[in-house]
């Protein structure tokens, strides 16, 4: 795709790496919808873009309620909105380890880009691209090669989703060590937007989209924490460069640094 051709849709953009891409977006000549779950911290980073000369929309979206899903992918649908990409960049780090903190990270970090993509893949042109922000942290080898195997090859969306559940239910029982899973929510939901990146990039191969996951590095947002290595224009990067894929790039495969990492 040319420069300047674009249009994105970006979640969990009002602050971080979400916003970054969204700038760096704009600059490529993009339209951006900017997304975030509160509408006035939202509006507010669209506003800043939008005096940076960039051609930036602000919709609201929670990617944990079905509802405000619902509702967007209504108003898009009104406007005619069509996507180039669909970036997928909403997360959370939750302090803290119980079936609370296990059942919203899930939530937000994998079942939310899952309802994202599927609710929104009508409006994804072909040869669209859809971005899974993952972490390095959710690489298979660090597991034993039994725990590998529940995740790798990667088993049909329902049964991924059934893994979660589990995963939620482990926690809540007080049994999820015996049952092998780390105690890191975080983990386990990257782990599984992986398992779903593999699969969605099969399933959507006939239309041509390319569906990757890719990790930004630690980098220094409210997540990443002030003494994380990279800045936020470097961590944004590979977000911007999977957004950006030409139509015969890659699919299905896990980036860092413009590169392609293991599961
Ligand atoms: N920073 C790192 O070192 C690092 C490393 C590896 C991967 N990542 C991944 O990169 C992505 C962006 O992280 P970041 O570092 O930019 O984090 P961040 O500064 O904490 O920003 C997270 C963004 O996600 C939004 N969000 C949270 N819950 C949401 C929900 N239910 N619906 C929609 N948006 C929601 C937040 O909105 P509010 O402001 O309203 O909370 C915020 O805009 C995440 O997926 C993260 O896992 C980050």
Redesign the pocket.
Known sequence: MKQGTGTALV????????LETCRQLGRLGWRVWLT???SD?GQRACETLRSEGLDVHFEP????SLESLAALAGRLEQQGVRLSALIN?????MEGFNAHVAEYTVA??FL?PLRVTERLLPLVEEHGRVVM???SLSELKDYPPAFQRRFDPPPPKEQLKALVRAFVEDVRAGVHEEKGWPTSAYRVS?LSLNALTRQLAEELKPRNLLVNAV?????R????GKH?ARSVER?ADILVWAATLPPRGPTGGFFRNRRPVPW
């Open positions: 979640t969990g953009a009002n602050r971080g790496l979400g975030a779950p509160d911290e979206l929670d990617v944990a960049n909403a997360g959370i780090a937000v970090n939310g922000v993952s972490s990257k990790c930004p590095g630690w980098v947002t409210e997540m990443g994380a961590g």
